[in-house]
């Protein structure tokens, strides 16, 4: 019996856990649903919930596109943002779709991460991803330029 209940209630816990997202700060206010949704708004069909500053995704199986870094940061953890496709969350240093360059540099293991081609690599500012055979293309020019100065 006691085996029972220990069982039910750890399968209990396993599944509330996996259901809904981690704690996420949306800013003051009280109910989530309000407070939320106007600054880090879901993708369709998912949903803000709690009392801040314990706002949580109700339900993380809400979607599987059009994810976002508030849905990622909520689902799997501060450190995720919703990968370039948007169809899943990637551990990198900042936003792939929305990232401020002068707060945060792309480097290449972020660069593939979020477009998910082991191809890409930074430009060497960190200022934008590019593909490698638009580097080679680049230096291609580069050298031409030199052979003709
Ligand atoms: C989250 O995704 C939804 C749906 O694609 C979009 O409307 C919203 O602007 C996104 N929010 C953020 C903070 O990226
Ligand atoms: C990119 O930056 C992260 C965080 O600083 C670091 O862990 C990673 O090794 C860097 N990758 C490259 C290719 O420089
Ligand atoms: C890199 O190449 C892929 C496939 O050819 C393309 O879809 C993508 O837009 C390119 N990315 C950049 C940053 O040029």
Redesign the pocket.
């Known amino acids: 019996m006691l085996i029972k209940v220990l069982t039910l209630s750890l399968l209990m816990v396993s599944v509330t856990y996996a259901a809904s997202g981690n704690v996420f700060n949306c800013g003051a206010g009280t109910d989530c649903t309000v407070v939320c949704p106007a600054?880090?708004?879901?993708?369709?069909g998912c949903q803000w919930s709690g009392t801040y500053p314990s706002c949580v995704v109700t339900e993380c199986s809400c979607s599987s596109s059009?994810?976002?870094?508030?849905?990622c940061q909520s689902c799997k953890g501060s450190g995720y943002y919703?990968n370039t496709a948007?169809n899943s969350c990637v551990q990198v240093q900042a936003s792939c779709?929305?990232r401020n360059v002068n707060n945060v540099k792309w480097n290449t293991s972020d660069c593939q991460a979020c477009s998910g081609n082991n191809k890409q690599k930074a430009k060497s500012d960190g200022s934008a991803c590019i593909n490698s055979s638009k580097i080679l293309i680049s230096s291609f020019f580069g050298l031409l330029l030199i052979l003709f100065i």
């Open positions: 600054n880090f708004p879901l993708p369709q059009n994810l976002n870094d508030s849905y919703a948007m779709n929305n």
